[in-house]
């Protein structure tokens, strides 16, 4: 999904087309498609309203700070920040905007925002539009996200404006040949907060100055939902020992936000390993999806939709078909698989990681810090095929212990980024 809009450039007709595609996408039943263009309309609607009445009812937000956070994943690295400014400052207003659907429609009623809305559509005259009605004190960009209208009109007005948790890499747009107006882009930012030294650099190389390097805030939001998991009845149950002759516990693997290519390799490893239970939570639980995985394992599963006290205790395999459970199943694991490797890249190795137990994953990880973080220091591995899955699965249960310890040993190094960032956006008085 593009995230470099130009309101002047040779970009603009390219994301005209991008638009109307998606607007196509949705006149035809595309879900997603859908949700955002109506979500876009909504806020738009909205905007125009309490624009046109004299007395504006978003006036209340005036002064507020304006997160903006692309999905999910960019949302958890915001999180930390919002809850820690609710509490200290209880009567600051949050507004939290995110661009795809599925970021929206998981945190629209997030509890600690006071507005939730989708960011309209980066064109000038949205912005100008969204930026006056909300009059924002400050704005925090998550990671990746470069809207050149939204920042123009910011610094325009001269509000602060940063980016948290981002990370850059030689190959990213604004550092090739031609990348130099996008690299200007980055200068409409106040301070960019980065995840490692290396991006601090690579800015540095290019005139891009303000920067400090903090780390990442998502080893602080993993932590702290690791502090807070509780047992979990189905997990209790399914990982308990079930006779007497097993004299050990249970070996237990969690795999998690997997696809096809991923669950190919653990069905044929757990058709080979019978002292091994396995909860599996794929990335999608489309009905497509499920009726792979199906006949993948030939239905010797237990949904967690169906599961009870029996049926738990009669079953291997636990296929997890409910969202927002995954990462406090990892605490139940000896061993995390994470998914994506095959595809576009892996998900979140950290969540799984700060339970103190060892990660493997597919070969596509290199553009993942943590990820890289935790094969150096011992705690994870990469597989590229069965024979390196099975033997890493083997290895990774027999020195879970070891290798988890090395796991804890990098989360611990990696604490502290929202505490570095909050102090210097939010200075006592």
Not at 95 to 124: C, I, Q, W
Not at 148 to 172: D, G, N
Not at 261 to 266: A, C, F, G, Q, S
């Amino acid at each position: 999904m593009p995230r470099l809009i130009d309101n002047h450039s040779c970009l603009v007709p390219i994301m005209r087309f991008y638009f109307l595609l998606v607007r196509i996408a949705a006149l035809f039943g595309h879900k997603k498609a859908r949700l955002l263009v109506r979500g876009q309309a909504d806020t738009l609607k909205q905007l125009r309203q309490e624009n046109s009445t004299e007395v504006n009812t978003l006036d209340e937000l005036h002064g507020c700070v304006w997160f903006h956070a692309a999905s999910v994943g960019e949302f958890e690295q915001a999180r930390p920040i919002i809850e820690r400014l609710k509490k200290d400052q209880p009567d600051k207003k949050v507004v939290l905007t995110f661009f795809s659907p599925s970021g929206y429609e998981m945190r629209k009623n997030y509890e600690h925002a006071d507005r939730v809305f989708y960011l309209p559509f980066a064109t000038g005259k949205n912005a100008r539009r969204f930026i006056e009605t909300l009059q924002p004190s400050m704005a925090v960009f998550v990671k990746y996200e470069f809207w050149k209208p939204y920042l123009k009109e910011l610094h325009r007005r001269a509000i602060p404006t940063y980016l948290i948790s981002a990370i850059f890499r030689p190959t990213q747009l604004f550092f090739r040949p031609w990348g130099r107006p996008y690299l200007n882009w980055l200068k409409y930012f106040t301070r960019l907060y980065v995840q490692d030294q290396p991006s601090a650099d690579l800015l540095a190389s290019h005139g891009i100055t303000a920067v400090t390097v903090v780390g990442d805030t998502r080893f602080d939001r993993v932590r702290m939902i690791s502090k807070l998991t509780r047992k979990i009845p189905q997990m209790e149950v399914f990982t308990a020992q079930r006779s007497l002759t097993e004299t050990v516990p249970p070996s237990v693997l969690v795999a998690g936000s997997t696809w096809p290519p991923d669950e190919k390799l653990i069905a044929r490893y757990m058709s080979e390993r019978d002292d091994v239970r396995l909860v599996l939570v794929p990335h999608e639980i489309n009905e497509k999806h499920m009726q792979y995985i199906f006949q993948l394992f030939q239905g010797r599963y237990v949904l967690w939709s169906e599961a009870n006290r029996h049926n738990l205790t009669q079953t291997r395999v636990l296929v997890v078909d409910q969202m927002g459970l995954l990462s406090k199943l990892y605490k139940y694991a000896q061993v995390a698989y994470i998914g994506g490797g095959f595809g576009v890249g892996i998900h979140n190795t950290i969540e799984a990681a700060v339970y103190g137990i060892p990660v493997a994953f597919g070969p596509n990880y290199h553009k993942f810090r943590e990820a890289k973080g935790l094969v150096d220091a011992g705690a994870a591995a990469t597989v590229k095929n069965y024979k390196q899955f099975r033997d890493t699965m083997d290895n990774m249960l027999a020195c879970h212990e070891q290798m988890g310890q090395a796991a804890t040993t990098y989360i611990k190094s990696e604490l502290g980024a929202t505490d570095k960032i909050y102090k210097q956006l939010f200075p006592k008085q």
